[in-house]
């Protein structure tokens, strides 16, 4: 089977009512990204971050998988699809993709503040103050803040190295390491972007469907199926 490469972000879950980032009316039009997404804010102060991640992580569960979600999950009939996720949310695996890389973290996780490996599966969508890992640390969101190192980087740098195909779906390609993945594609592959206001500046060998993602993997479909 050849191996389909999804690089995703937030747009992917745009049409599932998550905002996205730095749209019109995106998450950090609201919020000062360094006052609740970084390392020195979670010094600063933990509660407010925790509040934060408890929103997002509310309206995660309110939320369902969207069209772009379900057909990337049917492609595993066709395709070893890998996934790599900027998103924190779930809606890939809840949409039935098997193999789904969380470059940024997982909003139904957390972690030790002080003890990283020590990562617990959250049960209760509201975090607090006082909830403490097994060795008596505070909690915090297993989350990849600004300032923090990603540690799934190597491995998403091996899976876009092994791509036949790569599709980068819902992301302005602002932030790295995660938006420099696209040139570790093996050269001459097809590559696609699906994104209806495509960051500018873009490679000339990207094929662009310049359609939200619902709509745009459904072309994607379409393409794949003709190349065949
Ligand atoms: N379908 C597809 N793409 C969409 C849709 C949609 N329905 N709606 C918006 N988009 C596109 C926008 O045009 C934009 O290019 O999704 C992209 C969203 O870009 P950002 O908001 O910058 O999100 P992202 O690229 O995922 O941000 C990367 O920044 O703040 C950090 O850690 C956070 O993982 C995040 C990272």
Same mark, same amino acid.
């Given at each position: 089977?050849?191996?389909?490469?999804? #690089?995703?972000g937030?747009?992917?879950?745009?049409?599932s009512? $998550?905002?996205?980032?730095? *749209?019109m009316?995106g998450?950090?039009?609201? &919020?000062?990204?360094?006052?609740?997404?970084?390392?020195?804010?979670?010094?600063?102060?933990?509660?407010?971050?925790?509040?934060?991640?408890?929103?997002?992580?509310?309206?995660?569960i309110n939320?369902?998988p969207?069209?772009g979600?379900?057909?990337l999950?049917?492609l595993?009939e066709?395709? *070893?699809v890998?996934?790599?996720t900027q998103?924190?949310?779930?809606?890939h695996?809840? =949409?039935?993709?098997?193999?789904?890389?969380h470059?940024?973290?997982? #909003?139904?996780? =957390?972690?030790?503040?002080? &003890?990283?490996?020590?990562?617990?599966?959250?049960?209760n969508?509201?975090?607090?103050?006082?909830?403490?890992?097994?060795?008596?640390?505070?909690?915090?969101?297993h $989350?990849?803040?600004?300032?923090?190192?990603?540690?799934?980087?190597d491995?998403? $740098?091996?899976?876009?190295?092994? !791509?036949?195909?790569?599709?980068v779906?819902?992301?302005s #390609?602002?932030?790295?390491p995660?938006?420099g #993945?696209?040139?570790? !594609?093996? =050269?001459? $592959?097809?590559?696609?972007?699906? *994104?209806?206001?495509?960051?500018?500046?873009?490679?000339?060998?990207?094929?662009?469907?310049?359609?939200?993602?619902? =709509?745009?993997? *459904?072309?994607?479909?379409?393409?794949?199926q003709? !190349?065949?």
């Amino acid at each position: 089977m050849k191996r389909l490469v999804i #690089l995703s972000g937030a747009g992917m879950s745009a049409e599932s009512g $998550i905002r996205t980032f730095r *749209d019109m009316n995106g998450l950090w039009e609201e &919020y000062d990204v360094m006052e609740v997404a970084s390392i020195e804010a979670w010094h600063k102060n933990p509660e407010l971050l925790l509040r934060f991640y408890n929103d997002r992580r509310k309206q995660m569960i309110n939320s369902q998988p969207n069209r772009g979600h379900l057909l990337l999950a049917q492609l595993e009939e066709f395709y *070893d699809v890998q996934i790599i996720t900027q998103n924190v949310d779930d809606l890939h695996e809840r =949409a039935g993709s098997s193999k789904v890389l969380h470059l940024h973290g997982e #909003l139904t996780k =957390a972690r030790s503040s002080k &003890y990283p490996s020590l990562v617990y599966q959250l049960d209760n969508p509201e975090m607090k103050m006082g909830d403490l890992c097994e060795k008596g640390s505070q909690l915090r969101p297993h $989350i990849v803040w600004f300032g923090e190192e990603v540690p799934e980087m190597d491995k998403a $740098i091996k899976i876009t190295r092994s !791509a036949d195909i790569l599709c980068v779906i819902g992301t302005s #390609l602002n932030v790295y390491p995660a938006a420099g #993945l696209v040139n570790f !594609a093996p =050269a001459g $592959i097809p590559v696609f972007l699906i *994104d209806p206001n495509p960051p500018a500046h873009l490679p000339r060998h990207i094929r662009v469907i310049s359609e939200k993602a619902g =709509a745009g993997v *459904d072309i994607l479909c379409q393409k794949l199926q003709d !190349a065949v």
